[in-house]
């Protein structure tokens, strides 16, 4: 798959809100979850896919491919008040824990670009595997995780120095990253390979691979890191792992391929972006079921962290 086919009062002290991308419809659908209905509506031009939510929940950042770049969301207006010129491989995208800067994958050019969010400016390029396109960021700020799609590998960088410190092979076309609250286990979801990669992020060593359904796409944790969430775009389900024993526990049906997952920040009730359905299924992670289904736009992806803090 290609690029391209690939919160209104205080932030500080509003509840979570959730920014799903629509990459059909030009738009980003705010959800709020105390409601789960969609607050509102804000135009993004270039084909919105990847979005990345600040850690002090004041700005979103959403990838658009066909606009080459970044565009860059005020939650207090909820409008775009800046774009960040890239290339039209800009899909997978990260804010680091400390809101310092912004990382950006380049789909096309095997390589991500490192942006000071203050100043919206690229500070660095980092060169790494082919089709970039998951982003994760540890908790402490030290490394920065890339999904490799092209070459099934995930690399570990050191933020401090810039530098690439291991490329680990894992399954076929890896693309949604989830690291643990401990930064001590990686995940990685693998398209063609219909499974999981289980890291230490320690030694980058594989733990486990566990066999889900077709297409895994994006994973999420839930309830303390005890369950993991995969997305499986060709079954239209989730498959929901016990990271103890790395045991695949429940399947739930969802929408129609289902890529974006995220995680609310009370931990227990996880976000489905259906692409081809334009809704948002709501799981209750200690029920293991959908509770609720939310209209949303034309294409919903969002692919990244679309929920704020």
């Known amino acids: 798959m290609g690029v391209a086919a690939v919160f209104l009062s205080t932030p500080t002290q509003a509840a979570p809100l959730a920014y799903i991308t629509n990459q059909l419809g030009d738009s980003v659908s705010v959800v709020n979850p105390k409601t789960n209905t969609v607050e509102n509506t804000i135009p993004v031009s270039g084909k919105p896919a990847g979005v990345a939510v600040a850690p002090n929940g004041e700005r979103v950042y959403v990838s658009t491919p066909d606009s080459k770049g970044v565009a860059v969301i005020d939650t207090k207006t909820n409008t775009v008040i800046s774009t ?61 995780y890339v999904a490799n799609r092209m070459s099934n590998s995930v690399s570990q960088i050191d933020l401090k120095t810039f530098k690439t410190k291991n490329v680990t092979p894992v399954g076929k076309h890896p ?57 499986n775009q060709e079954d239209g389900n989730v498959s929901v792992i016990d990271t ?33 359905d334009n809704t ?16 949303t736009g034309s294409g919903s992806r969002a692919f990244g962290q679309f929920f704020s803090r």
């Open 84 to 144: 960040i010129k890239l290339t039209e491989g800009a899909l997978g995208i990260a804010v680091s824990p400390d809101n310092s800067r912004l990382f950006v994958a380049d789909w096309y050019e095997n390589k991500v670009s490192v942006i000071d969010t203050k100043t919206l400016e690229i500070i660095a390029t980092l060169d790494v595997e082919k089709s970039p396109s998951g982003l994760v960021v540890s908790s402490d700020n030290h490394f920065l």
């Open 175 to 231: 693309f949604g990253l989830a690291l643990d609250s401990k930064n001590e286990r990686l995940y990685s979801a693998n398209v063609q390979s219909d499974d999981v990669s289980v890291l230490d992020t320690k030694t980058m060593h594989l733990i486990a691979t566990v066999k889900v359904n077709k297409l895994p796409y994006t994973v999420t944790l839930a309830k303390k890191d005890s369950l993991l969430f995969a997305t």
């Open 244 to 276: 103890k024993t790395l045991k695949v526990i429940k399947e739930i049906t969802v929408g129609d391929k289902p890529e974006g997952i995220s995680t609310h920040s009370d931990d227990v009730h996880v976000y489905v972006a259906n692409w081809f």
């Open 280 to 295: 948002v299924s709501v799981i209750d992670a200690n029920k293991l079921e959908v509770i609720e289904t939310i209209k």
